[in-house]
């Protein structure tokens, strides 16, 4: 980030470029691009008044005023974002906004540092009751840098940002095409609707919700996949011209208008693992309209005892290792008991045959339209089973199901853990 200049009252921004989008009563225009002088905006408090003020030059007559109190400031993509300014004696029931500034960024740094110093400027350059001194710009956090660590999130968007796991999850095609139907047979939820996908991957739901007549869909993916998802947007023109892709967390991202359906795959082993539900409810509060649906609606933890003598066997065999006593002169036996339980502490994730349950299953209900983000911070289920037959117990199976509640249709998809 390049700050050129910055005192107590102002703060100034270099620009990669900047468009004004004039009403049409207007007949200014305004626009630099790389081939012309450099662009600079700069944030000042006079008497009360927070202004950014969009220079072609430093000092310069050519400029375009905005007044930060009343203006908002929407994130198209990685680095490019959009200022709108309120127009002048608009009428209190509906907002009117006269015109719209473009503003394209040299980097993704320097445009989430402009979006922080705009938000902390909105608030008279105070941050949590805190006066900012000398101009400086505090690091400005979402709710995702809160609660994850750094090096967790770089590995897992990486992960999520590799070709090859998006080709396995495409060729999940129970899952792909539970989707599909749950999308296409609810036709009436989806047409002429706007639409954001949660975690887009590589678009493949934002696809379908175009094949389903939406009016608009924001494929909101914050790994390298958003790029491909450009890509395979840009060679299927016919459904892509619906369809936007925003770079970016969805705890961190703004869209020029509200949403009347969410669309995501968040889920994880056992539903709630990697923490996507998360974002899928934040999303929810930050882009939905009042009720707007969510596909999916409600998830499902379902958990029942099971008896599994072979696989027991299998597991604690895996042990055998550490029961060496003569492994080049060393004796293993010490660590044996470590290992047995080590291996006995990890979940078996498969399919498994549901007559091997001794008694019924107790479920666990997450309904995504009401649940608070809070709730999932911390899960407990209390347990409780009455057996049906008398035999050893070897653990807990559990399974989950997610219902797509559409109009016209009701989708289940059931996931096992084993």
């Known amino acids: ?98 015109t719209g500034v473009t503003v394209q960024f040299r980097n993704e740094e320097e445009s989430r540092a402009f979006h922080c110093a705009f938000e902390q400027w ?40 590799q070709l090859l796991h998006q080709q396995n999850m495409l060729q999940d095609y129970v899952r792909t095409g539970t989707y599909y139907a749950a999308v296409i047979e609810n036709r009436a939820d989806f047409f002429g609707r706007v639409v954001v996908d949660v975690g887009a991957g590589s678009g493949i739901l934002s696809f379908f ?102 696989l027991f066997v299998e597991i604690a065999n895996k042990a055998l290792f550490w029961q060496q006593q003569g492994y080049y002169g060393v004796d293993l036996t010490p660590l044996h008991a470590s290992a047995f339980g080590g291996y006995f502490s990890q979940p078996v994730v498969d399919a498994f045959d549901p007559r091997l349950l001794v008694a019924p299953a107790i479920s666990h209900v997450l309904d995504f339209t009401e649940i608070k983000e809070e709730d999932l911070y911390e899960i407990d289920i209390p347990l409780k089973f009455i057996a049906s037959v008398g035999t050893r117990v070897h653990g807990l199976a559990c399974w989950f199901d997610v219902l797509f509640n559409g109009r016209k249709v009701f989708v289940l998809i059931f996931f096992t853990l084993g």
Do not use: W
């Open 1 to 98: 980030m390049e700050i050129q200049k910055q005192s107590k009252q102002q703060q100034e921004f270099a620009l990669a470029s900047m468009t004004e989008l004039a009403s049409s009563s207007s007949s200014s225009s305004f626009c630099s691009d790389s081939q012309s002088v450099p662009v600079t905006a700069r944030f000042s408090a006079d008497n009360g008044v927070v202004e950014l003020r969009f220079n072609r030059e430093s000092e310069s007559a050519d400029s375009i005023s905005v007044d930060v109190k009343t203006a908002r400031l929407f994130k198209l993509g990685g680095l490019q974002s959009v200022c709108i300014t309120k127009a002048s004696g608009a009428d209190t029931g509906k907002e009117k906004y006269s």
């Open 122 to 161: 909105k608030k008279e350059v105070t941050v949590q009751g805190t006066l900012l001194t000398d101009g400086a710009v505090t690091a400005c956090k979402s709710k995702f840098d809160d609660k994850i660590e750094p090096s967790s999130a770089k590995l897992y968007f990486h992960y999520y940002g």
């Open 209 to 310: 919700a175009a094949q389903a007549g939406a009016k608009h869909v924001y494929a909101v993916e914050a790994s390298e996949m958003a790029d491909y998802a450009r890509k395979l947007i840009a060679g299927n023109p016919s459904l892509g011209e619906k369809i936007t892709v925003i770079k970016g967390k969805v705890e961190e991202v703004e869209l020029p208008e509200k949403a009347d359906i969410l669309i995501s795959e968040p889920m994880g082993t056992l539903l709630v693992n990697e923490r996507m539900l998360e974002s899928y409810v934040i999303a929810r509060d930050r882009f939905l309209v009042p009720n707007g649906k969510m596909f999916p609606t409600v998830g499902r933890i379902h958990m029942a005892p099971f008896s599994d003598e072979y």
